[in-house]
């Protein structure tokens, strides 16, 4: 059974620090992907990673894959406070329709 | 804009009734999934169908039940509700072609009382 463990599940940040959100899985994949939510909205796509050695950047938000250590990460840089919200890693094994999620890292960026 | 539907917004019922959520997205959008994601935690997949039929499902019972139109809209069935199926319901379209992306509705609020 495919299992995605984040860590951490609660952050807070200063706005202007650097932070990283760790995502492991433990079963080999060539898909891993990265959703935004906001409380009470539904998930935003950030980056589809399909290789090894993918790395994805927009804005602050930079998410890179290494399939052999099966372990993703997503590096916010000089963190603001619109960055708030919870983010969530999902892992497809099959056809890219069935995702397993990991529980999230709640990311509170404060003033 | 990820041009994926989902109506109702929010529902109430009651304890042993039955739901019908619906999902609907522009055309070229041939496989659609269903996430229950209770509060707190991450989507859990229900099932997924493609040319409107089930293509695989998650550890949900037969109670959650689906389908798929030639339109491409869907429908989950929920049937003998229970507390615990109070969840946000998402409703996921993947892209046709080589992308892997697969874009979410904005979900249905389901509250069982």
């Known amino acids: 059974e495919l299992k995605v463990e984040q860590n951490p599940l609660f952050l807070s940040m200063q706005e202007g620090k650097n932070y990283t959100i760790y995502c492991n899985y433990s079963?080999?994949?060539?898909?891993l992907y990265w959703y935004r939510q906001d409380p009470g909205k539904s998930l935003e796509s950030l980056f589809v990673?399909?290789?090894?050695?993918a790395v994805k950047q927009e804005g602050r938000l930079m998410a890179s894959l290494d399939t052999k250590a099966r372990l993703s990460t997503l590096h916010i840089t000089a963190a603001v406070h619109d960055l708030s919200a919870t983010y969530f890693c999902?892992?497809?094994?099959?056809?890219?329709?069935?995702?397993?999620f990991g529980e999230g890292t709640q990311l509170t960026v404060n003033p | 804009e990820t041009g994926v539907t989902q109506s109702p917004t929010h529902l109430i019922k009651t304890r042993g009734q039955q739901v019908t959520l619906r999902c609907s997205s522009q055309s070229g959008h041939n496989t659609v999934s269903w996430y229950q994601q209770a509060l707190g935690q991450g989507p859990q997949f229900i099932f997924q169908?493609?040319?409107?039929?089930?293509?695989g499902r998650g550890n949900f019972p037969p109670r959650f039940s689906g389908l798929q139109f030639p339109n491409y809209s869907s429908e989950l069935n929920v049937n003998a509700l229970e507390l615990d199926d109070s969840a946000l319901y998402l409703c996921?379209?993947?892209?046709?072609?080589?992308?892997?992306?697969?874009?979410f509705g904005p979900g249905t609020r389901l509250t069982v009382t």
């Open positions: 169908y493609y040319r409107e039929e089930e293509n």
């Open positions: 999902a892992v497809d094994l099959t056809s890219g329709s069935r995702l397993t």
């Open positions: 079963t080999t994949s060539d898909r």
């Open positions: 996921a379209r993947r892209m046709t072609g080589e992308s892997y992306e697969q874009y």
């Open positions: 990673l399909l290789s090894n050695g």
